[in-house]
């Protein structure tokens, strides 16, 4: 069965640093993986996706995140923190009956 | 314009009663679902619609029923509404459930049982 799990429930950081959201998945059989934001009472929006090819993935709001197939991970990074990025993240990976699977969110907190 | 929209966006609502959110999308796409965010902010999907026909159902509570009257819109009506039932109910659509395709979400109803 797959899941995933995100191993920081919540994630303070101050405006301008580097952030690193952690994402590690569970699969036997092919990935595709993807990372969703939920901004304060809103729905959630797609940051980017992996299905193949370049392990590096680019996605909107500057974010990016690596597909490291070794060690299951799919990390969420951003070299700079704006506040307006105060959200909750989802990290999930798609079964193959076109079901996502989430983690259970990380919360980041950007400080001025 | 909206890609997938939903209402009602808030709804609070007494025990017992039956209510329904309504779920339309204008991207074209053949599959809708409806996720359920429990107040730990945890999300499941309940169901999803490929072209109007039940594809997956999540060991949800008989008392909630998916609605499809054509592609475009997937209704969640619910019975006897219990307090557990509070939660933000989210409906998304994307082309056919390959592993591939994004899911795309709409903004949410929160729903409110006292």
């Known amino acids: 069965a797959q899941s995933v799990t995100q191993l920081d429930s919540q994630v303070p950081v101050f405006e301008e640093a580097p952030v690193e959201l952690r994402c590690n998945y569970s699969?036997?059989?092919?990935?595709?993986l993807f990372w969703y934001v939920q901004y304060p009472n809103q729905g959630l929006q797609l940051l980017l996706k992996y299905l193949s090819g370049s392990t590096l993935v680019k996605g909107i709001n500057g974010f990016e995140a690596e597909f490291n197939k070794s060690q299951t991970s799919f990390h969420l990074r951003k070299p700079s923190v704006h506040i307006s990025d105060t959200a909750e993240y989802f990290c999930?990976?798609?079964?193959?009956?076109?079901?996502?699977?989430f983690g259970q969110g990380t919360t980041l907190q950007v400080k001025p | 314009d909206t890609a997938v929209s939903q209402t009602p966006k808030y709804l609070v609502t007494q025990m017992g009663n039956d209510k329904s959110i309504k779920c339309e999308q204008n991207?074209?796409?053949?599959?809708m679902y409806w996720y359920k965010q429990d107040s730990k902010k945890f999300l499941k999907i309940m169901f999803s619609y490929n072209n109007k026909e039940l594809i997956i159902n999540e060991t949800v509570p008989n008392r909630f029923s998916p609605k499809s009257p054509d592609k475009a819109h997937l209704n969640l009506h619910i019975n006897s509404l219990e307090l557990g039932d509070s939660a933000v109910y989210f409906c998304a659509s994307s082309q056919v459930p390959g592993a591939g395709n994004t899911i795309y979400f709409g903004e949410g109803s929160w729903l409110t049982v006292v």
């Open positions: 999930a990976v798609k079964s193959n009956t076109g079901k996502l699977i």
């Open positions: 991207l074209g796409h053949d599959t």
């Open positions: 699969s036997s059989v092919s990935v595709y």
